[in-house]
């Protein structure tokens, strides 16, 4: 599996962004995509997920309302929209799949920038 993340940049403050995470190879029988980030000094943190077959999505509080994960089955791509960006948001956002419920991400992308500043 191959996952390709885009769509990071600096934005202001309020501002919003999509990243993309596109997935080719093995990735018929996968079972969810997550989002990812670091920041500065920090560990990295989970964001949110979805179910590649059902749809069944995740959040992290502090982005509950502001960030909406999709899917495009068709494209085999999860996007992370973000709305209303903060600067606590500035991190290094990677997207990673796993093949079962049971198992770990073990699938990684490339990180994306987001900054954001005040």
């Known amino acids: 599996v191959q996952l390709q993340a885009s769509g990071g940049g600096l934005v202001q403050a309020g501002e919003s962004l999509r990243l993309s995470c596109a997935a080719s190879g093995r990735t018929s029988n996968a079972y969810e995509m997550g989002w990812f980030r670091q920041a500065p000094g920090k560990g990295r943190e989970f964001v949110s997920s979805?179910?590649?077959?059902?749809?069944?999505?995740y959040y992290i509080d502090p982005v509950k309302g502001r960030f909406t994960i999709s899917k495009d089955n068709a494209k085999n791509t999860v996007y992370l929209q973000m709305d209303s960006l903060k600067p606590e948001d500035t991190a290094v956002y990677s997207c990673?799949?796993?093949?079962?419920?049971?198992?770990?991400?073990?699938?990684w992308g490339q990180g994306t920038q987001v900054t954001v500043s005040s």
């Open positions: 979805i179910t590649w077959s059902g749809g069944r999505t």
């Open positions: 990673a799949t796993r093949l079962y419920s049971t198992s770990a991400y073990n699938y």
